[in-house]
């Protein structure tokens, strides 16, 4: 008998959550800091296309909104194809007090080894400020920032840095020197 496409999304989702390491799920189930990143990462890994019915059920399981998860699709899919090119992407993973609060520490491990495991060449440094505080934890791929408060990851493409209204001074920190 054949599945409907909704139990398809279901089935293919509990393949990548078998495969995923410890921790990204408590005990009872809850989704911790940075799951919904880390399936979705997994996801793309596994060369899975995100279509509806997975994002649905990726959604559902980690307890976020759909607009939110492509948001997070987003994310994912600029590491992994940064992880192309011949040389390796810079990341930046700001350690900022903010950031720390916000759980960067907790986040900043699992997103590496999904990463890794995915086979992305990527050189990974600790920084200590983007200037994206108050969104953070955020996260810098080669000059794009990337930033994940409350599990929702949103793309700062920084035209709002040269606009009059930006929130922070053009002297900040946003561009650290990586070397
Ligand atoms: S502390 Fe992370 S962006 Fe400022």
Same mark, same amino acid.
């Given at each position: 008998?054949? $599945?409907? !496409?909704?139990?398809?999304?279901?089935?293919?989702?509990?393949?990548?959550?078998?495969?995923?390491?410890?921790?990204?799920?408590?005990?009872?189930?809850?989704?911790? *800091?940075?799951?919904? *990143? *880390? &399936?979705?990462?997994?996801?793309?890994?596994?060369?899975?296309?995100?279509?509806?019915? *997975? =994002?649905?059920?990726?959604?559902?399981?980690?307890? &976020? &909104?759909?607009?939110?998860?492509?948001?997070?699709?987003?994310? #994912?899919?600029? =590491? =992994?194809?940064?992880?192309?090119? #011949?040389?390796?992407? $810079?990341?930046?993973?700001?350690?900022?007090?903010?950031?720390? /609060?916000?759980?960067?520490?907790? =986040?900043?491990?699992?997103?590496? !080894?999904? /990463? $890794?495991?995915?086979? #992305?060449?990527?050189?990974?440094?600790?920084?200590?400020?983007?200037? $994206?505080?108050?969104?953070?934890? !955020?996260? /810098? &791929?080669?000059?794009?920032?990337?930033?994940?408060?409350?599990?929702?990851?949103?793309?700062?493409?920084?035209?709002?840095?040269?606009?009059?209204?930006?929130?922070?001074?053009?002297?900040?920190?946003?561009?650290?020197?990586?070397?």
């Amino acid at each position: 008998m054949e $599945q409907d !496409s909704g139990a398809r999304g279901s089935a293919e989702l509990d393949r990548v959550l078998s495969a995923l390491p410890p921790g990204v799920f408590t005990e009872d189930g809850s989704p911790t *800091l940075g799951a919904a *990143l *880390l &399936v979705v990462s997994a996801c793309r890994a596994r060369g899975l296309i995100l279509d509806g019915d *997975l =994002l649905d059920a990726i959604a559902e399981r980690v307890g &976020v &909104v759909h607009d939110v998860i492509r948001d997070i699709t987003r994310f #994912a899919d600029a =590491l =992994l194809a940064s992880a192309d090119s #011949a040389a390796p992407t $810079q990341v930046a993973l700001c350690r900022g007090v903010t950031c720390t /609060m916000h759980g960067a520490e907790r =986040l900043h491990p699992l997103l590496k !080894s999904v /990463m $890794q495991r995915a086979g #992305a060449a990527h050189e990974y440094k600790d920084v200590f400020c983007l200037s $994206q505080c108050e969104y953070g934890p !955020s996260i /810098m &791929v080669g000059k794009d920032i990337w930033v994940t408060r409350a599990r929702k990851v949103v793309e700062d493409r920084r035209e709002w840095r040269q606009g009059d209204s930006r929130p922070v001074p053009v002297s900040d920190t946003s561009a650290p020197d990586l070397d």
